[in-house]
């Protein structure tokens, strides 16, 4: 009596197996798109980190051209400085005499009469 139940009858059997593959073929869609997803978004990401290690790269490229030029810079800066303190002494040996030469144009200057070349001047101008 139990086998001949509708409940096991080999249509309804059928029925339910057909309903089960129904619903695990739409499982397995649901599963192919959620994997196809996250795939794509594996794959994305692989790109944004390849884009981001390469920018991570030329920036660091970028870092060390300006490294090498401040460093350049430095050691240019240093031996401008060298160079000038040198003049610096070379100038401080020349001042007592560029000093007395300047003093004595200025006696020179102050001993000659410039009233004439004034007036000349004055007399041009008018």
């Given at each position: 009596?139990h ?27 649901e ?96």
């Amino acid at each position: 009596q139990h086998l001949l139940s509708p409940q096991r009858a080999p249509e309804r059997l059928l029925q339910l197996a057909q309903e089960n593959l129904d619903t695990l073929v739409t499982e397995m869609d649901e599963l192919l798109t959620r994997a196809t997803k996250v795939t794509a978004d594996g794959e994305q990401t692989r790109q944004d980190a390849e884009r981001t290690n390469d920018r991570a790269k030329s920036l660091g490229q970028f870092v060390k051209g300006i490294l090498q030029a401040a460093e350049a810079a430095n050691e240019e800066a240093i031996k401008l400085n060298e160079t000038l303190r040198a003049q610096d002494k070379t100038l401080e040996k020349r001042l007592p005499e560029l000093q007395s030469e300047a003093e004595r144009m200025i006696a020179e200057m102050r001993s000659r009469e410039l009233n004439m070349q004034e007036r000349i001047a004055q007399d041009e101008l008018k």
